[in-house]
């Protein structure tokens, strides 16, 4: 059991909240730039393509230097570096925790237990260029010799998210005489929508799991090789050719009948959530072929060194970990909007919300005790614009206060006509006034001085003072991608550091996962389930009524 004093103990977490209390309760943006102008410079971090401006933010130079600070007496840069060199700062599940180590040039030596494990990543990257290469030139064919033509991934969490959100956010880079879906819900309709105008013999279904026994990925799974098997005549061997597995699992796989040589592997040093620029990224390099899946890996590995180089006020992550901590900390913030003003990022903020709820939202510390503070936020959002004419209202006049990341590129994608083209000067105009609005809103006198009747000044003034941090980029390459996304996983590790809590385990999906096993029963065969509390017995019940009329 650690030693170090409890988090809110900390003199460096009560200078925290002395200086939140001194600060006027709230500071305001608008005299923080008064009085500070150069902040709109000064606030501003840049990292591989990435230029991050946190000047709209509640914090001066004392805020920043007492939350670095704070990071300093919690470590954060000692787990980093322990995380890096692979020790196993995973507690609860004993293991490493080396996504890095996916994104590491061939040259690098990262060690787990002794071991270099950057030969086995680059085997397996090359096995999957090589795979890869073959399935887009039509060299890998289906069952009845003829060219795949679709491919399915079928994988839930993290064997889901990462390539659903970068197939989209990359689909300009995209074999486009390809077809891809992404099966994830146990929910039939999902895979029946995402097969029922393929052709069987021309479709490739890639099984992501990390476990291979995640129970939706299994029966989709189930179901999609029954579907092929149905199409083509009922023939066993047609399955080498249709499937490929994505695992840590070989006994699995096999199990489940898929030739152990189609099965692209990784460890359990990779996190479901961290995973996708593993063998998890098969369908998304299909897509976009592997030199650029390597861009990608690349741009993960600039923020890598990045977070593991930089001086600590000029190191991005830990800026941005730091801000999430004084919002959700010290002024009581619940949630976390993050608002890409890009059409293709409209799965990045559901890939987001794994990756920070799915590792922060823990209730215990790294010893098993209670935390006695707030840990991961909501994280929530849509692209920007329509969010604009949806739930941006309760962003700018609600009660709560809401932290946004406002993310946007210079360019639009190159493959648009000019007319759609000239459209993106609207798009990020909205972009920057969002982000003006929201902190600097709009005052009383402001409203009267447009001669708006007094009765509905109180409706029109804008309180502003909303922070938000804006990302930009000159356009969204896959390179840019990686470098995204690294730098939200390394926000998220800083933010679980800080709360010394484990931001690697998940028991918290378990309960459900059994306890669905357990019920299930009971709605097929009206079994009677031991255990089943009063509601959900009548629930089941009702179901039961419901299904059987
Ligand atoms: O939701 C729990 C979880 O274990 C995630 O962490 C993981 O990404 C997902 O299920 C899928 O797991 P697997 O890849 O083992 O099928």
New binding site residues.
């Given amino acids: 059991m650690s030693d170090s004093p409890k988090l809110t103990r900390r003199p460096e977490w009560t200078a925290l909240e002395d200086h939140r209390a001194d600060s006027l309760q709230r500071p305001r943006l608008r005299e923080l730039f008064a009085a500070d102008p150069a902040r709109a410079e000064r606030y501003v971090v840049r990292v591989g393509d990435l230029r991050i401006d946190y000047s709209k933010h509640l914090v001066n130079d004392e805020t920043l230097a007492l939350l670095q600070e704070l990071a300093a007496a919690t470590d954060v840069f000692g787990l980093r570096d322990a995380m890096f060199r692979g020790e196993k700062i995973n507690v609860t599940e004993d293991r490493a925790v080396l996504h890095t180590a996916l994104r590491a040039p061939r040259d690098a030596v990262v060690e787990v237990d002794g071991e270099n494990v950057v030969p086995q990543v680059h085997a397996v990257l090359d096995k999957m260029s090589d795979f890869a290469e073959r399935v887009r030139s039509g060299a890998w064919t289906g069952h009845t010799g003829r060219r795949i033509r679709n491919v399915v991934n079928i994988?839930?969490?993290?064997?889901?998210?990462g390539p659903a959100m970068a197939y989209e956010a990359l689909r300009t880079f995209t074999a486009r005489e390809l077809t891809f879906r992404f099966v994830s819900n146990v929910d039939g309709a999902d895979l029946h929508e995402a097969v029922r105008d393929l052709d069987p013999a021309e479709t490739l279904f890639i099984v992501?799991?990390?476990?291979?026994?995640?129970i939706?990925?299994i029966t989709n799974a189930t179901s999609a090789r029954s579907w092929l098997l149905a199409g083509l005549g009922g023939e066993e061997k047609a399955v080498a050719r249709h499937f490929v597995a994505l695992?840590t699992n070989a006994g699995k796989v096999t199990g489940f009948g898929i030739d152990p040589d189609n099965m692209f592997e990784f460890w359990d040093w990779v996190?479901?959530?961290y995973?996708f620029d593993s063998a998890?990224g098969l369908s998304l390099m299909i897509a976009i072929g592997p030199d650029r899946f390597r861009e990608l890996l690349d741009g993960f590995h600039t923020v890598d060194e990045h977070f593991q180089n930089a001086p600590a006020e000029a190191n991005a992550p830990l800026i941005l970990g730091l801000l999430g901590i004084w919002y959700g900390n010290f002024f009581g913030a619940e949630s976390h909007a993050v608002l890409p003003y890009s059409h293709y990022l409209s799965k990045f903020t559901a890939y987001l919300q794994?990756l920070d709820m799915?590792s922060n939202g823990k209730s215990v510390d790294r010893d098993g005790q209670a935390v006695g503070w707030e840990t991961g936020p909501v994280v929530w959002g849509t692209p920007g614009t329509n969010g604009q004419h949806a739930y941006y209202q309760l962003i700018h006049q609600g009660t709560r206060l809401i932290p946004a990341d406002l993310i946007g590129f210079a360019r639009p994608a190159a493959e648009l006509g000019d007319e759609l083209k000239a459209q993106h000067d609207l798009l990020m105009a909205n972009l920057f006034a969002q982000g003006q609005a929201l902190a600097f809103g709009k005052t009383a006198d402001e409203v009267r001085a447009e001669g708006i009747p007094e009765e509905q000044v109180p409706h029109r003034t804008f309180q502003g003072n909303h922070p938000t941090t804006t990302i930009l980029a000159r356009e969204l390459t896959p390179s840019v991608l990686g470098q995204l996304i690294a730098l939200y996983e390394h926000k998220v590790f800083v933010q679980g550091a800080v709360w010394n809590i484990d931001s690697f385990d998940?028991w918290g999906?378990e309960l459900g996962?059994v306890l669905a096993k357990r019920v299930e029963p009971a709605l097929t065969q009206g079994a009677d389930v031991p255990g089943l509390d009063p509601s959900t017995t009548a629930l089941v019940a009702a179901y039961r009524e419901l299904k059987n009329a």
């Fill in positions: 994988g839930i969490g993290g064997s889901d998210l992501a799991s990390k476990t291979f026994t995640t939706e990925t695992s996190g479901g959530r995973s998890i794994q799915e998940q999906v996962k």
